[in-house]
């Protein structure tokens, strides 16, 4: 299945549990649009989220993150990985 990258912006400050918690939510409900969240990361300075998933398209990926209330401003195809 495809690899996607997706990037959120303007969550600054976020903590630990508040990344916990939206991963949480987007696991919660991931089935239903094909998806596995693998992993996040995110850079509370800059405010910047990142999440790992495999998907059938982008567009699962996106209806997952707007139906948790954080939309991903950037969905990127991970094509390679070593």
């Known amino acids: 299945m495809p690899k996607f990258m997706d990037v959120h ?4 400050d976020i903590t630990a549990d508040g990344l916990r918690e939206a991963h949480q939510d987007d696991l919660a409900i991931e089935g239903q649009e ?3 969240f693998e992993k996040a990361w ?6 910047t989220v ?3 998933s495999e998907a059938p398209s982008a567009e699962a990926v ?3 993150h707007e139906r948790t209330g954080h939309p991903a401003d950037e969905i ?3 094509p390679l990985t070593v």
């Open 76 to 78: 990127h195809p991970v």
């Open 62 to 64: 996106q209806r997952v």
């Open 9 to 12: 912006h303007g969550m600054k």
């Open 42 to 47: 995110a850079d509370p300075e800059s405010g």
């Open 34 to 36: 094909g998806v596995h």
């Open 50 to 52: 990142y999440c790992l």
